[in-house]
T-cell receptor
Framework: EPEVTQTPSHQVTQMGQEVILRCVPISNHLYFYWYRQILGQKVEFLVSFYNNEISEKSEIFDDQFSVERPDGSNFTLKIRSTKLEDSAMYFC???????????FGDGTRLSIL | GNSVTQMEGPVTLSEEAFLTINCTYTATGYPSLFWYVQYPGEGLQLLLKATKADDKGSNKGFEATYRKETTSFHLEKGSVQVSDSAVYFCALTHNAGKSTFGDGTTLTVKP
């Protein structure tokens, strides 16, 4: 069965540094998402992306965050200047349509030191 | 805005016991409803779904029925196994695609 793949599985970064999290969604999916899960807390929506533009974003997704689909297969999340509170598990997801189930990757654990 | 409220955990059961994890939601219109499962150290896996009122989603012995009148989507399983130990998330999705998750319920099944 096709999968959403995320790399790296664990990223350790110094506070203030830029970090890029990478995702390869399922190939025929059209909608792409990023979520985060701070340890022990609920899964929080960050951003949705469709037709090469952001369709919705949450309050968490401030100017430090950006997303890109650079080549038709990858979908990236960039955090420009990381803060301690950015430490979390980041999940990428994709779906065929807005109301259809989202398929999640295994996540990237981001640790900010 | 949309919200999902899940039964507080953790839930501890003996093997072969009956499981219910309650989930209620608040949303405008007619969202799709989902249960996801997260095993230790892993990502979120879709367990089952229902896209309209009275639909019953089922998978691996788990079931949930979309009840519009009570705005609920309770997860049930007749006989749990140790391998069902995980965190279970109820979620809803609207046309825009953004999913709203409940807080998650940790299930531990003891032999």
């Amino acid at each position: 069965e096709p999968e959403v793949t995320q790399t790296p599985s664990h990223q350790v970064t110094q506070m203030g540094q830029e970090v890029i999290l990478r995702c390869v969604p399922i190939s025929n999916h059209l909608y792409f998402y990023w979520y985060r899960q701070i340890l022990g807390q609920k899964v929080e929506f960050l951003v949705s992306f469709y037709n090469n533009e952001i369709s919705e974003k949450s309050e968490i997704f401030d100017d430090q965050f950006s997303v890109e689909r650079p080549d038709g297969s990858n979908f990236t999340l960039k955090i420009r200047s990381t803060k301690l509170e950015d430490s979390a598990m980041y999940f990428c997801a994709s779906s065929t349509g807005g109301r259809w189930p989202q398929h999640f990757g295994d996540g990237t654990r981001l640790s900010i030191l | 805005g949309n919200s999902v409220t899940q039964m507080e955990g953790p839930v501890t059961l003996s093997e072969e016991a009956f499981l219910t994890i309650n989930c209620t939601y608040t949303a405008t219109g007619y969202p799709s409803l989902f249960w996801y499962v997260q095993y230790p150290g892993e990502g979120l896996q879709l367990l089952l779904k229902a896209t309209k009122a009275d639909d019953k989603g089922s998978n691996k012995g788990f079931e949930a029925t979309y009840r519009k009148e009570t705005t609920s989507f309770h997860l049930e399983k007749g006989s749990v196994q140790v391998s069902d130990s995980a965190v279970y998330f109820c979620a809803l999705t609207h046309n825009a695609g953004k999913s709203t998750f409940g807080d998650g319920t940790t299930l531990t099944v003891k032999p």
